[in-house]
Each structure stands twice: as structure tokens, then as C-alpha cells.
């Protein structure tokens, strides 16, 4: 016994936690691959012949045109608004942030809704729904394209314009080159949720692999070659992500040279950059694009969501709101938990992979929703059988599901897609209280119990209440996975307003709808407030 | 080549500069030496074209590039800048730097250009490499080859020592003036340094608060400085108290603790007397144990060849630094006898 327990202290123990915690958040990665074990080539060979062609085109237009119009949208903006002053400019500096509260799929079917009602043209199609997402996801384009042209150095300007270079040429030749890593990042970024749209693509019935997966597991039953479709599309954003890495590494120094310390700075602002734009073209452009990718859809929600309340669909109503709040809530809580406790493990363990391991487990955001939903459900529908075998066995009586299409599945899959969002806020916060705090609390003589609650919980409180409600927000906006693994008659506001918006009840998804852009504005608040 | 008439500059309002007035001749390389937030930074950045001049004029080859009517930009000015921090692009490798101003010349001739510059700065090897990948000394020869390549007939240079390290900056400095000399530009510089101002330049406008307070050779500034500030900023040395003796029909004399001085005055009708504070640099002494003055040794500074000592007047109790060969060496508290053998009687 005792033998057991100095073996115990020698391991590793924030190792082995962190170890665990990362394998069962990869056991649907490792589900969708074990798929693969068996390839029918019936299916295939008919999914080659009628389908599969138009998935690939479809996902790869979308990507693309996602990407390229989030690129436009952002980099223009973050241009202007960090290089000249205009009318309005401070506003929205943070305002342009705002569209990143709205879901694509309720901009999608809001517009395509006042479109219809004023019988202009049709926007369900491909270069709608490029436009539309393009439209709520250049806000990450733009955030990391506007902190990279800020932190450049001033003098590159002052450099380039006495070897005669013009404003527009700078830009073009010096600053969006320079930008080029981080404007990579936020389009790599954008093009990861438009492959994982499922809502927009299916509102518009277009042919994707989200909406392909779908259409294989629900209407087809074929679940292993829905598993291998996930698969795919995993592939996809997999591509996406080593290209956005590949682009990177060897632009790592860009941002690394310090500007010199400059005491002279007040006569560095004085050069006014003259404009290759007219000022008053900047603010009508800013205006239209917040008007456009935010105004105007919350207004017309606002407006259906008035003309459709009445009294006895507020049961209804309120009842998705203590659904989706309460979900989102305690899904919050146990992915903290969990950040926390990979952080520590990234802090106390001297385990030469333990980083690695951290960052493993934070890869589940780039899984979309949908392939996250078909990798849960089926290590957890086999333990389900697993269970009712042995309970049949033993007391001869189905218990029925135990995990599969239970809260269970639900919440697992959040942990495994939303961890990296929380882990991130938890790391950076650890990583700000230096060891030497530590040491100096055990020199104190207090245990290590109180290094936390005493010293690191104070100091860790903004680090998780910003996780906590980054992860609330993106529980509630979730749709595809929540769609797929929702207990039988549980529904949220994002099912709902969805569901309402397929059978055409516009006036009913709006309440819902608005419901979701209002709370999806408070971490765009968090977020400007971290940018000043 | 550059004139500079009158020069005003305002920032919001609060004058900067202050009635400047300078020129430089073709191939010869000025310095502004001052203080920080004297106005030689805001100085440069108007001769550069990044800023606006109030009052004045700036005049360029025979163009006027800054008056209070004109404005030429900085593109078009064909001034090369070289920075404090250098600002290389950081994406583009020493050749893609030093060529991107000559975006005019065809391809063979920003060629030859490229491969004359990379010689003249020793950068050939490093032609493809990127600027992360230099050294602090290598990175300010890719931005002075960067600033020079398109040619310019002025080449403006704002602290371009000071990123680097202080024990290399004046061999730095001396390849730089020879860089310079050869390629026959004429340099403005812009330092708070004066080793570097006197290693590098033909003339030292030294500024204070916004005016030039003497334009002359490091020579004269050192021997011959026109006005307290310069003598107290330009060298190391010390001031005594003196009082200047001036009789009708006869030479005027400077009385002082240390000994009597030929002054040099206007003649005067009457007797006239006025007390006076007389520079003493540290080379300015020689010992003389039995006709000297005494003085005591408050602190020393070995500095090889030298040392620095700090004395204090034994009868006047003021304080001197006297630069004195190391072989000389006493201890702090012992007793000396210096006198002082002055080539130049400054005093104000």
C-alpha cells in the first residue's frame, strides 16, 4: 500500500489530469477516424456519382468567397479607421465590432425575409450566403488586421514617403505585407465558421458537406458514411488551419522589433497621412457597413418581435429562455473547471509534453459542429448499448439511453468545441501571476491549497469571468450540434428561431433571434474593452 | 545646398523653433547638437518635408521647398532620411530595402546601383537576408545604403547612433563620414552626443530651446564657444569666479583665484570693473608643486592613459577637473600645487 501511494506522488499528477481530460475531449476526433475502418464502396460510389461533386464545390466556393469578402470588408476598415480621422471614427472603431453578435443564419433568413416581403429579388443562393457571412465575420479580419497596422511603426510611413512613395502605395508595398500575417489569421478564422455553417447553407438549401452530413445521417440512416463525411470536412478545416500556420511561420518576426524608444513622439503624430479615400466617402462607407451588417437586421427583428408578442406565447418564450440560459450556464461552469484545471496542469507539470497536450485539447474549436455532434454520438450510442446489454443481463429491463440523447451528449460536445475559448482567457490569466508569487506564498508557510484561493482565484477573476461568458454567448448562438444531440423535446432559442425560420414563421423566430444578438453583444463590449 | 532662412515652427500654438538660420555647402555634413527637446528632431522633420514650417524658408539645391506660401512634400523633396530606429521593412530582405526608393530606374540600373551600395557598406553577403537577421551596426548601414540609393543631394540622418551600442558607435561613425565623403552628399545629423557630433561633422550648429546658439567647427566650440550655454555644454570643464579689470590706454586683465589672465575688451574711456565666470577645461592644468596653487583631491577617475581628478581650491574652495597623465597619482585628501596654462581666456 504504501508502495502504491510514493508511486502515486512520484507520478505526475497534473500530468496525468491534464493527459485524461484531453483524451475524452478527443474521443470524437478518434470515433470519426475509427469510421473509416470500413469503407463501403456502394455508398461512396453513388455519393461520387450524384452528390459529393456539388458538397465540394459548394464548401469550397463558400470558403473561399467567405474568406476573400471578410478579407475586403476587414482590411479596408482597419485601414481607415486606424490611419485617418473622420467623422464618427471612434464610434466605430468598436462599433464595427458588432456584427460578430450575430449569428449568419438569422442574418441570412432576416434579410431574405425583408426581401420577400417587399418582393425584391431572391437571396437564397450561393452569393447570398457568401455575402451574408461575409458580413457577420469580417470582425475578425478586422480586429487582428487593426491591431497589426497600429503597432506598426511609424516611421515605416516617415521612411517610405522620403524615398518618394505615395500614401496608396505604402499601403499596398509596406503595410498590408506586413499586416499580411495577422490578416491570414483572421480570414483562416472566418473560412473555419463558414465550413462549419449549417444554419445559413440549409435556410437557403444549399448543398454542402454540413448540410450533406445531415441529409446522409437523418434522411438517408447511413450514420458511418455521414461519420466518414465529417471526416472529410474535418479534413477541410484541418487545410485551413496548416495553411493559416504555414503562412506564419516565417513572418514570426515581423511584429517582434520594438520600436526604439521615441521621446520625440508628439512630433511624430503631427504628419497628418493624406488620405487616398475622401473622408467623408470613409464615414458613409463605415455607416453603411455597420447599418447593413447590423442596424437594420436588429431593427426589423425588433420590429416582427413586437408584432408577434402576445401574451400566450410567452410561456413558450420564456421557457427557451431557462432552457438555453440554464445550458449555457452550467456548460459555462464545467468547461472553467476544466480550463482551469489543464492551465495548472500546464503550470505545475515539468512533463515535457504537457503543452503539447494542452494545446491538443484545445484543437475542438476548429471541429465543426456538425462533425462534433456525429463524433459524440457514437462512442457514446455504443457505451449506451454496451450498458443495456449488461443491464438486461443482469435485472433483465432496458434502461434505455444513458448518454446518447441525453444532456450528456450535449454538454460533452460543447466541452470539446468551446474549451479552447475559456482555456485561453485561464492561460493568459495564470500566466500573468509570475511563479515567484507561488514561492513566495509557500516561503510564507501557507499550503498550496491557499496559493489558490487566496492568491490566484483574486487575481484569475476577470480571466474567468471573461471565459465564462465567451463560452455562455457561443453555447447559445450554437446550432447544428445542438440540433443533432438535444434531448427529445428540449429546445433552445437557437432550435427554435431556426426552426421557425425553415417553416417560414418569421414573425415567431424573432423574438428568439433577438433575444440571442442582445446577449451576443456583451463579449463585443468585453472585447472592445480589452482592445483600449 | 541647404539654406535655412529664418525658420519658425510652431506646434499647436507653443513655438518650437525659433528664428533658425543655417546653411550647408555641397559635400559638407552639418550636425545639430542639443539637449533633448531643444527642436533639432522638429528641425530635421521640416527640412525632410514631414511637417510644416510658420515662418521662414527652407531652400533645397535652388528650390524653395518650405515658406509660408509653399509646401513641397516629402516624396517629392528627394531627401534621403535616415531614422533613429532605423525602420527597415521587416519583409523585405538588405537588396529589396536598399532598392525599393529607386522604384523610377530600370532593372540593370538598380542593379549596379544595389551592387555599388553593398560594397561601399561591406552587405554583400547579406544581400538576402532579412533585417532581423543583422546586427544593430549592419541594420544602420542598410538604412543609410536605403537612403542613399535614390541619390539624394541631402541626406538628413535623426540620431543614428542611438540604437546602437555605445562602444561601437565612433568607429561607426568614422566609416559612416568616409560612406559619406564618397559618395559627395551633403549630410545634415541630427545627435545629443557631442563625440558623435565631433567625430562625424565639418560644422556643429549646437541648439538650445529652440535657437542655434553658435554654428562653428568642433575646434571653435570647444576653444572658442560664443556663449555660456555652449562652453558649459560642449566638453567637460568647470567655471571660476574672475573679475575683469579694464583701465583706459592699457591691456585689460582677468583676476582670479587661480592667477591674472590677459583679457581681451573694447578699450574703455574710464576704469570699469566686472566680475566674470572663466571656463577651465580639465586640460587647461599642469602640476607645479612650488609655484602652483594649492588645491585638494576630492575624487579621481582612472582612465588609463589619464586620469580625471576632482580638485577644490584650497582659498577659493571651487571645485576643477583636471584631466592629468596616470603616472601623476595621488590619493583623495592629499594636497597638490597646479597651475593653469590657458591657451584660450574664455569667460562670460
Redesign the interface.
Known sequence: MAIIISKWRELDRWFFIGALISVLLALPVLAILLSYSSLSADLWGHLVDTTLAEYLTNSVLLTLGVGFGSMLLGVTLAWCVTQYSFWGRGVFEWALLLPLAMPAYIMAYTYTGMFDQFGWFDSRSLIGAITFMSLVLYPYVYILAKTAFSSQQRTYQDAAASLGVTHAQYFFKIALPIARPAVFTGMALAMMEALADYGTVAYFGISTFTTGIFRTWFGMGEMQLASQLAGALALFVLLVLSLEKYSRKNMRFYQTQTPAKDNTINTYTNTEATPFISPLLMSVGCFSVLAIAFIIPVLQLCVWAWDYIDISMMDEYLTLVSNSFLLAFSTSLLIIVLALLLSYAQRFSTHPHVSGLTQFAALGYAIPGTVLAIGVLQPLGWLDEQINVVWVFLFDEYIGLVFSGTFVALIFAYCVRFLSVALHNTQNGLERIKPNVDDAVLSLGLGRYRIFSRIHLPLLKKSILAAGILVFVDVLKELPATLILRPFNFNTLAVKAFEYATDERLLAAALPSVTIVLVGIIPVILLTRAMK | MLTLQNIHIN?AEKPIINDISLTLKNGEIGCLLGP??CGK??LL?AI????KTSGGEIVIRDDIVSSPTTHVD????????V???F?L???LTVSQNIT??L??LSQPEQHQRLEELLRLTQLTDFAQQ???QLSGGQQQRVAIA??LA?KPDLLLLDEPF??LDPSLRESLALDIKALLKYENVTALLVTHDQTEAFTIADKIAVMNQGHIEQYASAYDLYHEPDTFFVANFVGEGRFIEGTVSMTPNAPAYLYTAMGEFPAHEEAVLSPLEKQVKLLVRPDDFVVDEQGGFAVNVVSRAFRGAHTLYTFESVNSHEELLCLLPSHYDYQVGARVGIRLELEHVIYF
Open positions: 506646434i533633448s527637446g528632431t522638429t522633420r525632410a518635408g514631414f511637417m516629402v516624396t517629392r523633396r528627394q531627401v534621403g532620411v531614422f533613429q530606429d525602420a521593412f521587416p519583409h525599393f526608393g522604384h523610377q532579412y533585417p532581423h536605403r537612403a535614390p542611438s540604437a
